[in-house]
């Protein structure tokens, strides 16, 4: 069964809506680390990104690029122009076609891990998103099944609670943010685990 225009709406749909239900969890994990404000900001973000995609009409990749323009417009800051990167990257990958084969949708995992790095040159291990998306990626081009993929992302941003923050608002606090996972780490595992679902097969 093919991933099609409309399913690439809903996907975004899901990232909206899961953000929206784990807004006061990933904002209290920020506030440990950081100001506070990470699940607002995701909430935002991927709301606006989901209605543009709503109301985009063509490709995948057309869709990919109005989710990714209305993402920053939402939030500037930090993960605004990492994860509007990133979907512009995923739209590259899925190509200007109306539809995949659903198994190739894993594919946009390490594009949107590339876009990522290109934007914020971060590296895994830093105590960012990109230690939930990085593994994940590894886990796609290596051939991996969707169940791995999101083990990879879920355990990467798991490990987080046992770095020191060394890039972002969080790297001020040194040794102090030891324990506390990283929260772009764990909303970035809660949407690989959405799109590990969607790229299932279906009956």
């Known amino acids: 069964m093919d991933f099609t225009t409309t399913d690439l709406r809903a996907l975004f749909a899901a990232f909206a809506a899961k953000m929206a ?3 006061d969890a990933l904002c209290a994990l920020d506030g440990a680390i950081g100001d506070g404000d990470h699940g607002i900001a995701m909430e935002q973000g991927m709301s606006a990104a989901a209605k543009a995609a709503a109301e985009t009409e063509g490709t995948l990749q057309d869709i ?4 990714a323009k209305a993402f920053l417009n939402a939030i500037g800051a930090s993960s605004g122009p990492l994860y509007a990167t990133g979907f512009l990257r995923a739209g590259k990958a899925l190509g ?14 390490p594009a949107i891990r590339d876009g990522i790095v290109h934007r914020g040159k971060a590296e895994p291990g830093q105590k960012t998103m ?4 990085d593994p994940a990626a590894e886990a796609v081009l290596s051939g991996a099944d969707t169940t791995t993929v999101s083990n990879r992302a879920n355990e990467g941003a798991k490990a987080t609670s046992g770095m020191i923050a060394r890039m972002g608002r ?11 996972p990283d929260p772009g780490a764990i909303s970035a595992a809660m949407l ?8 299932r097969t279906r009956p």
């Open 170 to 180: 969080a790297e001020r606090l040194q040794e102090r943010s030891l324990g506390h």
């Open 192 to 199: 690989i685990n959405i799109i590990a679902s969607a790229a």
């Open 21 to 23: 239900a784990e807004r």
């Open 130 to 133: 990109l230690d939930a998306w």
């Open 96 to 109: 200007p076609v109306n539809a995949i084969l659903r198994e190739n949708l894993l594919q946009i995992v």
């Open 64 to 67: 990919c690029n109005a989710a």
